[in-house]
């Protein structure tokens, strides 16, 4: 599967407060390999302050971020809109999570431009605001505490839309060993491990059950196996010409 | 839902250099249901630039953060430990993404004191620290800006961990062995390794990394930690005085 990518999402903050914020956002959004920023009916605010938090690698964002002085317009040439809140209410609808929602707007990115809109730091999206979006999102919180700054959500829900957008790679799930080089390994074990006297040689399989179940937890590949044959054989070894150090 | 349970998970922010990012970072973790903050080779900060970005509804977290002056200390009464980092390469070993060890740590976290460690704004977590630690994380991002900001990696670990967190559900997790139990017998398996001519003793590190990841996959329980510390003295014996078959 080739990685969909989001050349085609944006981040639209509405009403920011603070230019920290807004060049935090930009950081997050670069680095989930979203290019698009929009700032609505706020700003403009100091590149300086920006930049200071998006780091001069995130300054390309900060400088073509477009303004707009009302969320419609900035809306205007999107396919589909998704807003986010933190509030849950009977007039605002049924609300996804990032998760639910990443892989449909990854895939609906692909031939339609997404927007994904994020209120001001105290008081979100209104319900105005919201009235303009296709679907809402909410990120799950602890109770304990349930106000995200701003930058945090921004990272939250491009996070997942990068997950949601690039396959997993290839290597983390590695071929395991097979059963005959498990077998190999488990006899070679055996041996040395009676020549070195840890196992009585009248009951050997006391120990070796042991061991098989905690080395099989560890879901040896190929190469485990290796370094642990090569271990053995080093053991073998020692034992008949003496110790090294 | 019931609320996720992380109360013996921690975030360990090692020589981390900002009071703002570590406010902030207090601010991310509580937002995801974790309490415990710890801060390790770099303080004390001034509360009230850290209570400035964790608001005052996370300044609890602020006040009971821990100070260490070195990691080892910080993570001695920790039974899994998972490092962060940005950097992949092969002296690193293989490394997940927080989602694959979300449900992991969630679930030996209801026995089990987990940390999640993360280094400086600026340099990370070096291979020393990250020797420290039974599994490696590392956030994916895009190719076009890999650094996130340290309360930003912060946030997706925690929300990682928040999402994946599931009610106890009464199925028996045994106690892993803790980091104390686990370096005693690392550092044994070290030097009967160099006894034996397994490891090079000007490069002892190479292979030790991949033994340690192997056996940390694996979960160790103190019993398991026994077995090996057997084997190992026993080889020791048999090096000295010669194989008994």
């Given at each position: 599967?080739?990685?969909a990518n989001?050349?085609?999402?944006?981040?639209?903050?509405?009403?920011?407060?603070?230019?920290?914020?807004?060049?935090?956002?930009?950081?997050?959004?670069?680095?989930?390999?979203?290019r698009?920023?929009i700032c609505?009916?706020?700003?403009p605010f100091?590149r300086?302050a920006?930049?200071?938090m998006a780091t001069?690698?995130?300054a390309?964002?900060?400088?073509a971020m477009?303004?707009y002085?009302d969320?419609?317009d900035?809306?205007?040439?999107?396919q589909y809109v998704?807003?986010?809140t933190?509030?849950?209410?009977?007039a605002r609808?049924?609300a996804?999570?990032p998760?639910?929602?990443?892989?449909?707007?990854?895939?609906l990115?692909?031939n339609n431009?997404?927007?994904v809109?994020?209120g001001?730091?105290?008081r979100?999206?209104?319900n105005?605001?919201?009235?303009?979006?296709h679907a809402?999102v909410t990120?799950?919180?602890s109770d304990?505490?349930r106000?995200?700054?701003l930058s945090h959500?921004?990272?939250?829900?491009?996070?997942?839309?990068?997950?949601?957008?690039v396959?997993?790679?290839?290597t983390?799930?590695?071929?395991?060993a097979?059963?005959?080089?498990?077998?190999?390994?488990?006899?070679?074990?055996?041996?040395?491990?009676?020549e070195?006297?840890?196992?009585?040689p009248?009951?050997?399989?006391?120990?070796?059950i042991?061991?098989?179940?905690l080395?099989a937890?560890a879901?040896?590949?190929?190469r485990d196996?290796?370094?642990?044959?090569?271990?053995?054989?080093q053991v073998?070894w020692a034992?008949?010409?003496?110790?090294?150090?």
């Amino acid at each position: 599967m080739t990685a969909a990518n989001l050349d085609n999402v944006a981040v639209v903050l509405h009403r920011p407060r603070y230019a920290g914020n807004v060049g935090s956002a930009a950081r997050c959004a670069k680095n989930m390999g979203i290019r698009r920023l929009i700032c609505s009916g706020a700003g403009p605010f100091e590149r300086e302050a920006m930049v200071t938090m998006a780091t001069h690698f995130a300054a390309d964002i900060v400088d073509a971020m477009e303004y707009y002085d009302d969320l419609r317009d900035a809306l205007a040439d999107f396919q589909y809109v998704v807003g986010t809140t933190a509030r849950l209410g009977s007039a605002r609808g049924p609300a996804l999570t990032p998760r639910e929602i990443a892989p449909r707007l990854a895939e609906l990115s692909q031939n339609n431009r997404v927007a994904v809109v994020f209120g001001s730091e105290d008081r979100g999206l209104s319900n105005r605001a919201l009235h303009l979006c296709h679907a809402v999102v909410t990120i799950p919180v602890s109770d304990a505490m349930r106000s995200i700054n701003l930058s945090h959500a921004v990272m939250i829900v491009c996070y997942e839309l990068f997950t949601a957008a690039v396959p997993p790679r290839g290597t983390f799930t590695p071929r395991l060993a097979d059963a005959r080089e498990l077998e190999g390994m488990y006899d070679q074990i055996k041996e040395v491990l009676k020549e070195i006297g840890f196992l009585n040689p009248q009951n050997p399989d006391y120990w070796m059950i042991h061991i098989k179940r905690l080395l099989a937890r560890a879901g040896l590949q190929a190469r485990d196996v290796k370094i642990i044959r090569g271990i053995c054989r080093q053991v073998s070894w020692a034992v008949r010409n003496g110790p090294r150090t």
